[in-house]
């Protein structure tokens, strides 16, 4: 993070994350469809979603998701950067870059409230992955719009979650289902690879 974005400090001029998703301000002009309100535990960082579902749910149970919340794992909501808009406190936001573990706005990173410092969201390069617990879910609907859809890292697990989700061993449709992984996605996954592999041979074999 630049030194100057640090709590009350503007960095107007200084930079232009401001006028990118998911940082850009929707103005009073704009029509922006509210689905959801959300904020951090203090209260300085507020934002609205205008997504009503997510494009996914997640439980990540990687060791830098167990360290980062201090937790078994990790919920997470898939949306799009322009689902965003902060309300307030954009200039509140503080950045982390897990790799190189520097304060500064690299992608990807983490963001959190320079205050409470509750985390915030991950940013990547292309879509964000938010935290519905800060998310202010009314009804059962809403709720289940964010139900988790699987599991990931559960290699990693600390403690068993025998909820019959789907479990990968590592990322998300990139690695083996383990554990109490629904039967019919684990055939329907191994017959998806064997007829990839049955495709690459075939292309090597015609070249």
């Known amino acids: 993070m630049d030194k100057n974005q640090a709590r009350d400090e503007s ?3 200084a930079s232009e994350w401001k006028t990118r998703p998911p940082y850009k ?3 009073n002009s704009e029509d922006l469809d509210v689905k959801y309100e959300a904020g951090c535990h203090c209260g300085r960082v507020k934002y609205q979603l205008s997504r009503q579902e997510p ?5 990540c149970h990687c060791e830098t998701c167990q360290t980062q919340h201090a937790a078994p794992f990790q919920w997470a909501a898939v949306f799009h950067k322009d689902d965003i808009n902060f309300s307030h406190g954009h200039h509140d936001l503080e950045w982390y870059d897990p790799t190189s573990k520097s304060i500064e706005h690299k992608l ?3 963001v959190r409230c320079s205050y409470c410092h509750s985390p915030i969201m991950d940013e990547g390069r292309n879509m964000i992955l938010l935290f519905p617990s800060l998310i202010r879910l009314k009804t ?3 709720k289940a719009f964010f139900k988790p859809r ?3 890292f559960y290699s990693k697990r600390v403690m068993d979650i025998p909820d019959g989700l789907p479990k990968w061993s590592g990322m998300s449709d990139q ?5 109490d992984s629904p039967p ?3 055939r329907e996954l191994e017959r998806k690879r064997e007829e990839e592999r049955r495709m690459r041979f075939e292309k090597g074999e015609n070249q």
């Open 25 to 27: 301000i929707h103005d």
């Open 11 to 13: 960095t107007t001029g």
């Open 108 to 110: 990807p990173c983490k």
């Open 150 to 152: 699987c599991h990931m």
């Open 140 to 142: 059962d609907e809403d």
């Open 55 to 59: 494009l996914d749910s997640k439980l």
């Open 175 to 179: 690695s083996d289902l383990i554990e």
């Open 184 to 186: 019919e996605l684990v």
